[in-house]
């Protein structure tokens, strides 16, 4: 059991013979899913919780994170709703991560709090080369329309933004705006674990339509997303190739 799918926002299980399990950590307990699938065991984990119960800024990543290795996951999937502030990718469209601009301000950013010495994880490829490769590969065989390869804004929520942040965001060259995947693709990181996130753009970032977001264009992009992309990461998982060539495992610098 080495492959995980973090669902977000709108996606909250996987179909398949589930057991749940209680992880427990340094940092707190987890619940998980343990999901049978063509014979393997692919783990599930709601990144707000299955009732959608913590909000962007108080998920517990380092729980999260935390329990998946203790499961002995190397690979992981997740999955993010957010805004698109590039008027290139629409409310609908899928998206892979491929960078990340960091604007959190107050959550637990770190495993590294100085007790093992003063230790920096690489972010020249902050979501796995491989894994993002593979994703866009099973995309075009299961023709599932990925618009683009998009560079995240993390915000810390969990109000929304203002006009004037996302001109600027814009002016940076992000493209799609969320809550959450930071610190998660950066802890990922740390424990050596390969990590790739899809963005299911919900709506048009603050200022850029007229029409102010209602809940139900929101819950409509999500409800056509979430199963074609758990899919996409399963056929991944069962496909996965033997050779790695990604850095993930060693992107830790000590001081
Ligand atoms: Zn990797």
């Not at 783990?43 to 998920?59: M, N, Q, T």
């Not at 709090?113 to 902050?126: C, F, L, N, R, W």
């Not at 491989?130 to 075009?140: E, F, N, P, Q, V």
Request: hydrophobic share 40%; aromatic share 8%; net charge negative.
């Amino acid at each position: 059991m080495n492959k995980a799918i973090i669902g977000g926002t709108g996606v909250y299980g996987m179909d398949g013979e589930a057991t749940t399990r209680m992880v427990s950590t340094r940092y707190g307990d987890v619940e998980v899913d343990v999901v049978r699938i063509t014979g393997e065991d692919i783990v599930f984990l709601a990144r707000h919780g299955k009732e959608h119960s913590a909000p962007p800024h108080l998920v517990n990543y380092r729980a999260n994170m935390m329990a998946l290795k203790e499961l002995g996951i190397q690979y992981v999937y997740a999955t993010a709703a957010v805004g698109s502030c590039n008027e290139q990718f629409e409310p609908g469209d899928i998206v892979v991560l491929k960078n990340f601009i960091d604007f959190t301000r107050q959550r637990p950013i770190t495993f590294y709090e100085g007790k093992e010495g003063v230790i920096h994880a690489d972010m020249s490829d902050p979501y796995c080369s491989d894994m993002r490769r593979w994703l866009l590969d099973a995309a075009r065989r299961r023709a599932l329309p990925v618009r683009g390869e998009a560079v995240y804004v993390c915000t810390e929520g969990p109000r929304f933004e203002t006009a004037f942040e996302i001109k600027m965001f814009q002016t940076l060259r992000g493209d799609v705006v969320g809550m959450t995947n930071i610190p998660e693709v950066v802890l990922a990181k740390e424990l050596g674990m390969c990590y790739a996130a899809v963005g299911i753009i919900t709506n048009w970032c603050t200022g850029m339509e007229t029409e102010p977001v209602t809940l139900s264009e929101i819950q409509g992009a999500l409800a056509l997303n979430k199963e074609r992309v758990t899919e996409t990461f399963l056929d991944v998982f069962g496909n996965l190739p033997d050779e790695t060539r990604c850095s993930c495992r060693d992107a830790l610098i000590r001081l």
